[in-house]
């Protein structure tokens, strides 16, 4: 081997290592579970058996808005941060939709914190400041965190959150990692990575309820991550049933139900496949909404999602849900369409519940 190319090898293998390390020190490694810190600001009221419970998710889009079109929601998008008087206009709306309907837990999605795109904002600091005196308790994971990601519409930091806000007792918490989508080595460093954030609430009989918050990944295409990520929710929800443990989980599924995929124009069905990945879940759980109420007559009330799409001119598919526990008993439940359509591209859906009773 000459000089020359001991030289060359020794440089390419210092600029991999270089690279490696880059890589390495911006992006973040989550591991498969972590036990999350609780925060309560007050001593907040312990769950009783056979209480009504009620629950809002909601997918609040880091504050943006209804007046863009991102770069990430259509090939034509062009939009790549919202303004200040945007964030701050939705960051009121969602506390004043929070405050008017006072639910008990609330399952937020797509809060940012330290972002570029939303001024590196602490949003969901922003949003407690707003609501402190209704819930005590919270917690949060990240599901997206990078100090530096090099696509060109981005170029720079990125820092996502779940979050569940409580005005009752949070005993412990926890973070579950997910499958992650398909890609190469190093451009997997740089991706969302979807989770569970499951928060462990105790009643007063010495038991306790897990209420568990996700966004599951937001495809382009048909693939196999929605599939393996369903898999992965259902096995973690089976085994809180196994063990008599009451749950619910909500958030953006980022799938249909059934029969609205043939209802979507052949340009809007793309990221979606006509056998829904959710039957997973709906095959063995209650659903809010569920697929009758979804593809029914009045299936407009129940429509979660308004994409960021100048052809569109509100809601017209559902990808948000709660699902919940044979053991817990609907009571009502609703999406809330009225006075959100300019808040986020996704709407809250609302439900009450009761709590098994003590046997």
Request: one cysteine or more.
């Amino acid at each position: 081997m000459t000089r020359l190319l001991r030289y060359t090898l020794l440089g390419m293998l210092i600029v991999i290592g270089l690279t490696g390390a880059t890589i390495y020190s911006l992006t973040w490694r989550p591991a498969a579970r972590e036990v999350l810190p609780v925060s309560c600001s007050t001593r907040a009221p312990t769950l009783a058996p056979g209480q009504a419970l009620k629950v809002m998710t909601w997918n609040v889009q880091y504050l943006a808005g209804k007046r863009y079109v991102f770069w990430n929601d259509l090939a034509s998008g062009t939009d790549e941060s919202p303004t200040h008087e945007d964030m701050a206009f939705s960051l009121d709306e969602v506390a004043r939709v929070i405050r008017d309907e006072q639910p008990d837990i609330v399952l937020l999605q797509e809060l940012d914190d330290g972002a570029k795109a939303s001024d590196y904002q602490n949003q969901l600091k922003l949003l407690q400041e707003r609501v402190a005196d209704l819930y005590p308790c919270s917690v949060f994971a990240f599901d997206w965190k990078a100090d530096f990601v090099p696509d060109r519409h981005i170029f720079g930091s990125v820092g996502r959150q779940l979050a569940i806000l409580s005005r009752f007792e949070i005993e412990h918490a926890q973070r579950l990692q997910l499958p992650v989508a398909p890609a190469n080595l190093i451009s997997r460093q740089f991706q969302p990575k979807n989770a569970l954030l499951v928060a462990y609430l105790p009643l007063s009989d010495s038991g306790q309820i897990a209420v568990l918050n996700t966004h599951l990944d937001r495809v382009t295409q048909p693939d196999e991550s929605l599939q393996m990520q369903i898999s992965a929710v259902a096995k973690v929800l089976d085994k809180f049933e196994s063990r008599g443990t009451p749950w619910l989980i909500g958030g953006d599924f980022n799938l249909l139900p059934l029969g609205q995929y043939q209802r979507l124009p052949s340009e809007q069905r793309t990221p979606y496949s006509a056998d829904s990945a959710l039957h997973v879940l709906w095959d063995k759980y209650p659903m809010i909404p569920t697929n009758n109420e979804a593809s029914g007559i009045d299936r407009a009330r129940w429509l979660t999602h308004y994409p960021n799409d100048q052809g569109l001119n509100g809601p017209d598919r559902t990808v948000d849900y709660l699902f919940y526990s044979p053991r817990i008993k609907r009571v009502e439940a609703m999406v809330r369409q009225d006075d959100t359509l300019r808040i986020s591209d996704h709407l809250p859906v609302i439900a009450r519940f009761l709590l098994p009773a003590t046997p």
